[in-house]
Nanobody, 126 residues
Framework: QVQLVESGGGLVQAGASLRLSCVDS????????MGWFRQAPGKEREFVSA????????YYADSVKGRFTISRDNDKNTVYLQMNSLKPEDTAVYYC???????????????????WGQGTQVTVSS
């Protein structure tokens, strides 16, 4: 059973960096694409980044392209999101999710992911 736990969030100033981690205590995510989404107050959850189960391909929202990097370590059942040059508009709760289908291609739609973690708060001050 997949149990995702996100960590690494915090309060930082604009321009700073954070690295988020998403650990699967169930130890099975190595066969699944993984995605990071975020939800700001009063807004819907939106796609941030996703990575193929092999790690061979990655996708980013235009708003974070060039600043964020997703990676994974399947031996550690962990997915990372390195966030550089943070902006106040990056403030949100960040969630990781597992693709519903094993060995699937990467998707950017929220409905194609499941087993969401509890989220980690990222707050960027100006």
């Amino acid at each position: 059973q997949v149990q995702l736990v996100e960590s690494g969030g915090g309060l930082v100033q604009a321009g700073a960096s954070l690295r988020l981690s998403c650990v699967d205590s169930g130890g099975i995510i190595s066969s699944y694409a993984m995605g990071w989404f975020r939800q700001a107050p009063g807004k819907e959850r939106e796609f941030v980044s996703a990575i193929h189960w092999t790690g061979g391909s990655t996708y980013y929202a235009d708003s974070v392209k060039g600043r964020f990097t997703i990676s994974r370590d399947n031996d550690k059942n962990t997915v990372y999101l390195q966030m550089n040059s943070l902006k106040p508009e990056d403030t949100a709760v960040y969630y990781c999710g597992r693709a519903r289908l094993q060995h699937s291609r990467v998707e950017v739609t929220e409905g194609t992911y499941t087993d969401w973690g509890q989220g980690t708060q990222v707050t960027v001050s100006s």
